[in-house]
């Protein structure tokens, strides 16, 4: 089955810096690579997704980029706020599962 | 519009107790259901998922099982608790066929005492 890896498990940042969050995963046939960010003790909330026929997608501050050669997708936040602070999770979809990482907690301090 | 249910919200329960965990949703049909759990500090672990009714996939032994009686509904049980079960059960559902995201509920805190 699927396996998906997700690195830093925690990300420190100053307010204003970029941040980025790394994952590989390793069924060729996933073919959804979504981003979740979950803030404490609330549920998972998607931010950004991407399909496997697009290499980059960006909205606003947040990006993600896939390389389903090397099977890793990996997501950036720029100018990071003390909003941005939560757990992010990175996850693949093949057939009907969805797996995840697990997880990054992200601190920006201001 | 699509809204998923889950019940309850925390729970606390003694080792060897059974438990029943519920999530139903409304406003689409046919939808792939999961059972996550996360444990403190950890990531989403993916306990169970279904693909329709009676259909269930677990991803990990363990000492929990799932069930989808309806279209809509699934069920997490367990007949004897252990100290291990802890923790946060999110269930969460996508559209069956489609490559889409998946939404989750509010979670079920668990704690076995």
């Known amino acids: 089955g699927e396996n998906v890896e997700q690195h830093p498990s925690t990300l420190s940042v100053q307010e204003g810096d970029s941040a980025v969050i790394k994952c590989t995963y390793s069924d060729s046939a996933s073919n959804y690579f979504p981003w979740y960010k979950q803030e404490l003790g609330k549920r998972p909330q998607l931010i950004i997704d991407?399909?496997?026929?697009?290499g980059e997608k960006k909205d606003q501050r947040i990006a993600v980029t896939l390389n389903k050669t090397a099977k890793h997708f990996s997501l950036h936040i720029t100018e990071t706020q003390p909003e941005d602070s939560a757990v992010y999770f990175c996850?693949?979809?093949?057939?009907?599962?969805?797996?995840f990482g697990k997880g990054t907690k992200l601190s920006v301090k201001p | 519009s699509q809204t998923i249910h889950q019940w309850p919200a925390t729970l606390v329960q003694p080792v060897g107790s059974p438990l029943s965990l519920e999530c139903t949703v409304e406003g689409t049909s046919n939808p792939n259901l999961y059972w996550y759990r996360q444990a403190a500090g950890r990531g989403l672990q993916l306990l169970f998922y279904?693909?329709?009714?009676?259909?269930i996939s677990s991803e990990v032994p363990q000492n929990l099982s799932a069930s989808r009686p309806q279209d809509r509904q699934f069920i997490l049980s367990s007949k004897k608790l252990l100290l291990s079960d802890s923790g946060f059960y999110l269930c969460?559902?996508?559209?069956?066929?489609?490559?889409?995201?998946?939404?989750f509920g509010q979670g079920t805190r668990l704690t076995v005492v």
């Open positions: 991407i399909r496997s026929n697009v």
């Open positions: 996850a693949a979809r093949s057939q009907g599962n969805l797996i």
């Open positions: 279904s693909v329709g009714i009676g259909q």
């Open positions: 969460a559902w996508s559209v069956g066929r489609r490559v889409t995201e998946a939404f």
